[in-house]
Structures are given as structure tokens and as C-alpha cells.
């Protein structure tokens, strides 16, 4: 049984930075690309960043380019979001992914993802 288990939101102020953490248990992390997508109240899930299985390649949301910094740690079995120059907009749950088929490309629908996190709250304030 995998689990993913998201931690690090939180309550900051419009111009402020987190980081995000997601980590995996089960020992095949390390084979999974992995994502993370954010939901607003009344909006659909979107993607922000993906990051294939050694980090070869990442992606990022428009939106959001420029202040985000997807990165992976197989050891630790965990992924990172750095989020910087937060706006009230990133207001959002953001929710952790991982895809165990394609690993070596980016996947950018949520149905391509198998596995979830329960997601951690990210409030920004203006």
C-alpha cells in the first residue's frame, strides 16, 4: 500500500515562501514520476509542477512559473515544492501525485496519477 503524506502549508502573507513536503512509503518510490496539483474552493484540480523519477525533467503551471521549484529526494522517499512570492490567488489545498507507469515522462492530467496525498492548506493573505 503506498502513501503519500503531504505536510508544510500554512498561513503566510502575499510575498512570503514555503516549502512543501510529500513523502512516499513502500520502496518504489524512486520508480514513480511524481506532481503536484493544487485545488482552489469552487475550482477544478490543477496541475502545478511534475517531476519525472530522477529529475530529469520538471514542468510547472504557467501560473505559477518563475516562483515554484519541484525537486525529489529518492533516499528520503520525498518530494519538494518550493513556493516562493506567494500570491492570495495560490490560496489553495495542494495535493501531492504519483504516476508508477511513466515514470521518464511528464503526465499532466490528473487521471494519470495513481496515487494521492490528502493534501495540506496553503492560505495566502493579502
Known amino acids: 500500500q503506498v502513501q503519500l503524506v503531504e505536510s508544510g502549508g500554512g498561513l503566510v502573507q502575499a510575498g512570503d515562501s514555503l516549502r512543501l513536503s510529500c513523502t512516499c512509503s513502500g520502496r518504489t518510490f524512486s520508480s514513480y514520476a511524481m506532481a503536484w496539483f493544487r485545488q482552489a474552493p469552487g475550482k477544478e484540480r490543477e496541475l502545478v509542477a511534475a517531476i519525472t523519477w530522477n529529475g530529469g525533467r520538471t514542468y510547472y503551471a504557467d501560473s505559477m512559473k518563475g516562483r515554484l521549484t519541484i525537486s525529489r529526494d529518492n533516499a528520503k522517499n520525498t518530494v519538494y515544492l518550493q513556493m516562493n512570492s506567494l500570491k492570495p490567488e495560490d490560496t489553495a489545498v495542494y495535493y501531492c501525485?504519483?504516476?508508477?507507469?511513466?515514470?521518464?515522462?511528464?503526465?499532466?492530467?490528473?487521471?494519470?496519477?495513481?496515487?494521492w496525498g490528502q493534501g495540506t492548506r496553503v492560505t495566502v493573505s493579502s
Open positions: 501525485a504519483a504516476n508508477r507507469w511513466s515514470s521518464t515522462t511528464i503526465q499532466y492530467r490528473r487521471e494519470e496519477y495513481d496515487y
